[in-house]
């Protein structure tokens, strides 16, 4: 039975990884432990609350004593590091914040695996630690960091950080490098779920700078299964990109959303850009797919429609999640745009 430590829960990939683990694989436990920020929501994790191979806990990565008692306390021998500061724009408004969890964080998690001698750390990275691409090419694992937000300077210290504590003490370690997901429970404050929620409000949709910015779009259960094909397979000190090889500019993937919902492209309203925006992400992820014999199982097309099915289910969560704070941030950072 493995013993997992799984950080960050409670969020939008970790709160997938928790329910697809407990779901497709009885040889787990999974400690999960979240500070609940305003990303983190125990209603994500509905239904497996009381999971026989599920404990929750409230609690916050830089704190070392509370991550090494739970390893004492469960038997810990794998550590998977989801927790972070994850969205770009917070990091340009607010970026102490990023380099405390994202870079302290992970290195009191790695001073506690380090410690307690534990079997593997996996780091959830992105594929922001590379830096931006022009129309041509894309990055492999070869490719030289050269991050551009506050957040993605994070994230790339975050990196660095795990594989200096397995060349100097010999940690066990995989970095898994995804680009954009998106699928259910993912906060609103971000591309797709804020074109959904807003669609559905016959709102206007944001559509920063001229929306010709292309990310690689990925269904959220296929990092899921990448990242348990990490944790069964991988050998340590391998680093692996993840991707959906679904390149899709900003105003693509708007207009999808505006076609399955019928309403009209007149809602969109292109607003100012967002500093140092990348323009292109693209992710080579031969590696982990001839290597650990994984597979995206889920098309854009089919994906959208899932994700767009799955907000119109859960009318309740998504009003929960907009209601209080969230229409204060989405007030603050709308109105100077
Ligand atoms: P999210 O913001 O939805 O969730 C982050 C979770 O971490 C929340 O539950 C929050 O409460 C928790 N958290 C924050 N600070 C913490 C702390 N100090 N201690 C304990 N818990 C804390 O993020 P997400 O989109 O699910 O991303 C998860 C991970 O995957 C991040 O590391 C992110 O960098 C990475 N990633 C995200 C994407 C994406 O498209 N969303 C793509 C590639 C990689
Ligand atoms: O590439 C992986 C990264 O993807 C993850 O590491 C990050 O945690 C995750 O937040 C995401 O970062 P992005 O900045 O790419 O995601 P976001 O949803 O914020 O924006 C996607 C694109 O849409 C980007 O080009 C900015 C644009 N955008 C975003 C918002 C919120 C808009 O045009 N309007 C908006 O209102």
Same mark, same amino acid.
């Given at each position: 039975?493995?013993?997992l430590l799984?950080?960050?829960?409670?969020?939008?990939?970790g709160?997938?990884?928790?329910?697809?683990?407990?779901?497709?694989?009885?040889?787990?436990?999974?400690?999960?432990?979240?500070?609940?920020?305003y990303a983190?929501?125990?209603?994500?994790?509905?239904?497996?609350?009381?999971?026989?191979?599920?404990?929750?806990?409230?609690?916050?990565?830089?704190?070392?004593?509370a991550? +090494?008692?739970?390893?004492?306390?469960?038997?810990?021998?794998?550590?998977?590091?989801f927790?972070?500061e994850?969205?770009?724009?917070?990091?340009?408004t607010?970026?102490?914040?990023?380099?405390?969890?994202?870079?302290?964080?992970?290195?009191t998690?790695?001073?506690a695996?380090?410690?307690?001698?534990?079997?593997?750390?996996?780091?959830?990275?992105?594929?922001?630690?590379?830096?931006?691409?022009?129309? +041509?090419?894309?990055?492999?694992e070869?490719?030289?960091?050269? &991050?551009?937000?506050p957040?993605?300077?994070?994230?790339?210290?975050?990196?660095?950080?795990?594989k200096a504590?397995g060349h100097?003490?010999?940690?066990k370690?995989?970095?898994?490098?995804?680009?954009?997901?998106?699928?259910?429970?993912?906060? &609103?404050e971000?591309?797709i779920?804020?074109?959904?929620?807003?669609?559905?409000?016959?709102?206007?949709?944001?559509?920063y700078?001229?929306?010709?910015?292309?990310?690689d779009?990925?269904y959220?259960?296929?990092h899921c299964?990448?990242?348990?094909?990490?944790l069964?397979?991988?050998?340590?000190?391998?680093?692996?990109?993840?991707?959906?090889c679904?390149?899709?500019?900003?105003?693509?993937?708007?207009?999808?959303?505006?076609?399955?919902?019928?309403?009209?492209?007149?809602?969109? +309203?292109?607003?100012?850009?967002?500093?140092?925006?990348?323009r292109?992400?693209?992710?080579?992820?031969?590696?982990?797919?001839? +290597?650990?014999?994984?597979q995206?199982?889920?098309?854009?097309?089919?994906?959208?429609?899932?994700?767009?099915?799955?907000?119109?289910?859960?009318?309740?969560?998504l009003?929960?999640?907009v209601?209080?704070d969230?229409?204060?941030?989405?007030?603050?950072?709308?109105?100077?745009?």
């Amino acid at each position: 039975m493995k013993k997992l430590l799984v950080t960050g829960g409670a969020g939008f990939i970790g709160s997938n990884f928790v329910r697809m683990s407990l779901s497709e694989h009885s040889d787990c436990f999974i400690v999960n432990l979240d500070k609940l920020t305003y990303a983190g929501n125990l209603e994500n994790l509905a239904g497996f609350e009381n999971h026989p191979n599920h404990k929750f806990i409230k609690g916050d990565i830089c704190d070392g004593l509370a991550v +090494e008692k739970i390893i004492d306390q469960y038997k810990i021998d794998t550590i998977i590091n989801f927790a972070a500061e994850s969205h770009v724009d917070r990091s340009i408004t607010e970026p102490k914040i990023f380099i405390e969890t994202n870079v302290t964080g992970t290195l009191t998690l790695l001073e506690a695996a380090r410690d307690k001698k534990l079997e593997r750390f996996i780091q959830i990275s992105t594929d922001e630690v590379y830096g931006q691409l022009g129309p +041509e090419g894309k990055f492999t694992e070869k490719t030289p960091l050269s &991050p551009n937000s506050p957040y993605s300077a994070s994230k790339a210290a975050a990196d660095h950080l795990v594989k200096a504590f397995g060349h100097t003490w010999g940690v066990k370690y995989n970095i898994s490098r995804c680009s954009n997901n998106y699928g259910p429970y993912q906060f &609103p404050e971000k591309l797709i779920p804020l074109m959904i929620n807003n669609a559905l409000n016959n709102k206007e949709l944001p559509i920063y700078g001229d929306g010709l910015y292309v990310r690689d779009w990925l269904y959220v259960y296929d990092h899921c299964t990448a990242i348990w094909k990490v944790l069964t397979e991988a050998p340590p000190g391998e680093i692996y990109n993840i991707g959906g090889c679904s390149e899709k500019t900003n105003l693509e993937v708007v207009g999808l959303i505006l076609d399955y919902l019928k309403k009209p492209k007149s809602l969109i +309203e292109h607003v100012k850009d967002r500093p140092g925006h990348d323009r292109r992400y693209a992710i080579e992820a031969r590696k982990i797919i001839k +290597e650990l014999g994984w597979q995206p199982s889920v098309s854009f097309e089919q994906g959208i429609k899932k994700t767009i099915d799955w907000y119109l289910k859960n009318e309740v969560w998504l009003s929960n999640v907009v209601s209080g704070d969230y229409q204060k941030y989405y007030d603050s950072m709308y109105s100077n745009r």
